[in-house]
């Protein structure tokens, strides 16, 4: 499975940006897909899940509320709707896919696919 990130860019305080993570592989469908983001000099962070049904999301708390993620397996895309958007969401934004689905959500080592990523910038 390869990964391909794309949409980000600069939003004011309060704006809008929707993410888009294509993939190529047939094996994406059955795969649960993940959103991190890593900011200057912090750790990758979990953002969000989507069960590779499309049916179950996971959020982290700091994002809960204003992001949804949602997937389309006919295009083999998964999205990142992000909404009133904050100075501190700005980071580099990566997806990643886990074909095992043993846990719900995936743990970070069962991510086993990475997209490269694409920046996001919040600026006030």
């Known amino acids: 499975v390869q990964l391909q990130a794309s949409g980000g860019g600069l939003v004011q305080a309060g704006g809008s940006l929707r993410l888009s993570c294509a993939a190529s592989g047939r094996t994406f469908s059955s795969a649960d897909v993940g959103w991190f983001r890593q900011a200057p000099g912090k750790e990758r962070e979990f953002v969000a899940a989507?069960?590779?049904?499309?049916?179950?999301?996971y959020y982290a708390d700091s994002v809960k509320g204003r992001f949804t993620v949602s997937r389309d397996n006919a295009k083999n895309t998964v999205y990142l709707q992000m909404n009133s958007l904050k100075p501190e969401d700005t980071a580099v934004y990566y997806c990643?896919?886990?074909?095992?689905?043993?846990?719900?959500?995936?743990?970070?080592?069962?991510?086993?696919?990475w997209g490269q990523g694409t920046q996001v910038t919040v600026s006030s």
């Open positions: 990643a896919a886990s074909p095992y689905r043993r846990s719900w959500p995936p743990k970070r080592y069962e991510y086993a696919y």
């Open positions: 989507v069960a590779w049904t499309g049916t179950t999301t």
